[in-house]
């Protein structure tokens, strides 16, 4: 059973800086491509980043210039640095990987930022 275990959540304020990490395990495939989504109070969870094994990477138009994702194969580790937070990035943080045909959920990270 896939395990993705998030760290590095927390306040920060408006302008600062964050970094997520999310390390899975447990996969009995390759993990073919992980990334993060959120989800605010009252929306729906939407697509943050994501990058795939070869490293290409995908972004929300509302983070672009200020998140970067990045991976460590070797690990199965995924980070997320976030700078410039915004009020508006306020949400849970979920970890997502896909190996195989199976695709897997952490449990979720708040992020707070304050304005």
């Known amino acids: 059973q896939v395990q993705l275990v998030e760290s590095g959540g927390g306040l920060v304020q408006a302008g600062g800086s964050l970094r997520l990490s999310c390390a899975a395990s447990g996969s009995a495939f390759s993990f073919n491509a992980m990334g993060w989504y959120r989800q605010a109070p009252g929306k729906q969870r939407e697509l943050v980043a994501a990058i795939t094994l070869g490293g290409s990477t995908n972004y929300a138009d509302s983070v672009k210039g200020r998140f970067t994702i990045s991976g460590d194969n070797a690990k199965n580790t995924v980070y997320l640095q976030m700078n410039n937070l915004k009020p508006e990035d306020t949400a849970v943080y979920y970890c997502?990987?896909?190996?195989?045909?199976?695709?897997?959920w952490g449990q979720g990270t708040q992020v707070t930022v304050s304005s």
């Open positions: 997502n990987a896909l190996a195989g045909p199976f695709v897997s």
